[in-house]
């Protein structure tokens, strides 16, 4: 049958009974519409038997119509037909649910919305042939999303594939966003590294390989269930702090939570030890935290500033977005998220484990930034006045020094609260200044937070 040829049958399935209900026109046309002569659902079944393979679990199914069996049993409109589409997903649910692979090219599908249902009932397929039909887009893979094991998917032969010789990067990242797992795509393996499109930035020059590689790298990793090569991108001495938007009412998981060094609504220690203290990763603890982080999706378009710290240090700066997939599903089952991280990066050492597999540098220390939901109301705050502008944090400084000495002047508050404020906003001054006003606003800030002399007059 199809080109599955001569597989076994199916195991006799129970027949469907017919019920009679509504009268006139109506029952007509709900007949028409649903049901399909029982010997068309016979040799359905019969054709569906000769593609399963139940030793390989492989159900191979292209240009089905084609089975002898099926021969004389017009179905109009094929894999379009509502009726043909129930039936074949029933009988796949009754006898192919355990299967691995599916086939079906060379059907003329146009698209995939008909057969959807397929997803939940084979929750296990790795490898998956849409080839030689008639989809018109890449999203029409969102109706198959279900099927979160695949691994390998071909899709030659498609209105679709036009797009990826023209746009390779977002070819291969519609993919990506249904299938996560996919490590192949029409044939040709995918890097673990992520596909990138930088849109704007500064990287010095001679960088930009170390960089891209880098980075393509490392959210390749990130985005990959289990983290697992993610471990050799940290030493045993390496550094990462975590620090949320808490306004607007945002949500986010308690991971993220658990280790947030924000000072928004939170009271500044005198000391820098204490709780802000203890929530930043060293060494293992780092991977240990990543692999508690929900699955995530990591957009190519990418905002990206390097520059030259030492010989052997690189600072690097990323903006970008990433959607969050929920453990547990809801009403927003994938999230998006902005999110700016600052790494510290060092050469791999040439006999390591990391440059052996293709990092080129490692990480000293990481800042990570999550921001807002994209899909949550903001709730207004209100405030008393506007704050100053930011232009009074002046024009920007080489080092953290600087900055510090500069946020000091500005806000008044001593080195220790100063320094604070700013490594808990990524050392970001924008982000830093906003939270100084909604503290001292909310009357958060201790005596201690300032200076002898008391804050400056802003």
């Keep these: 049958g199809g080109g599955g040829g001569g597989g076994p049958s199916l195991p006799e399935a129970p027949k469907p009974t017919s019920k009679k209900k509504g009268k006139g026109k109506n029952k007509n046309k709900k007949a028409n519409f649903k049901a399909l002569p029982q010997a068309t659902l016979d040799a359905v079944e019969e054709a569906l038997g000769m593609c399963w393979n139940p030793d390989t679990l492989a159900l191979i199914m292209p240009n089905f119509f084609s089975a002898p069996c099926l021969m004389g049993h017009e ?3 094929g894999w379009a037909n509502a009726a043909f589409c129930n039936a074949l997903v029933k009988k796949v649910e009754e006898h192919c649910g355990a299967a691995v692979t599916l086939d079906i090219s060379t059907n003329g599908i146009k698209s995939l919305a008909p057969i959807r249902r397929l997803a939940a009932a084979m929750p296990n397929i790795e490898q998956l042939s849409l080839a030689s039909n008639e989809l018109k887009s890449v999203a029409e893979l969102g109706h198959f999303k279900g099927m979160e094991q695949i691994r390998c998917i071909v899709l030659q032969g498609n209105s679709a594939l036009e797009r990826r010789e023209k746009e390779p990067i977002a070819y291969e990242k519609g993919v990506r966003k249904y299938f996560p797992k996919v490590a192949e795509i029409d044939g040709l393996e995918l890097s673990s590294a992520m596909p990138l499109n930088v849109v704007g930035g500064f990287v010095p020059a001679g960088l930009t390989e170390t960089i891209d590689a880098f980075i393509a790298k490392y959210f390749g ?14 030493g045993p001495h390496s550094v990462m702090s975590l ?14 939570k658990a280790i947030n060094r924000n000072l928004r609504n939170q009271k500044l220690q005198k000391k820098a030890a204490g709780p802000m203290a203890e929530r930043v990763c060293l060494g293992e603890e780092i991977i240990a935290t990543h ?38 599903g809801g009403k927003h089952a994938v999230i998006e998220r902005p999110f700016h991280r600052t790494f510290l990066l060092s050469p791999a050492n040439p006999d390591s484990e990391a440059a052996a597999n293709g990092w080129p540098v490692t990480v000293a220390n990481e800042q990570l930034h999550i921001g807002p939901l994209s899909n949550a109301p903001v709730k207004p705050v209100a405030t008393a006045a506007a704050p100053p502008s930011v232009a009074l944090l002046g ?6 020094d600087g900055l510090l000495l500069e946020f000091m002047r500005v806000t ?4 220790e609260f100063a320094a604070q404020c700013l490594g808990s906003n990524d050392w970001n001054p924008d982000l830093a200044l906003e939270d100084f006003h909604a503290l001292q606003a ?17």
């Design 221 to 234: 990793c990130f985005d990959t269930p289990g983290r697992a090569e993610l471990c050799l991108a940290y």
């Design 291 to 328: 692999r508690t982080f929900p699955e995530t999706v990591h957009s190519p378009d990418l905002l990206i500033d390097a520059w030259v710290m030492t010989d052997d240090l690189l600072g690097l700066n990323i903006t970008g977005t990433f959607e969050e997939k929920k453990p547990n």
């Design 395 to 400: 024009p920007p400084v080489a080092d953290q």
């Design 75 to 77: 179905v109009n409109d």
């Design 442 to 458: 909310s009357g958060a800030l201790p005596p201690e937070a300032f200076s002898a002399s008391g804050a400056a007059e802003l």
């Design 412 to 415: 008044g508050m001593n080195e």
């Design 243 to 256: 620090t949320l938007n808490l306004s607007g009412g945002v949500s986010y998981p308690q991971c993220y």
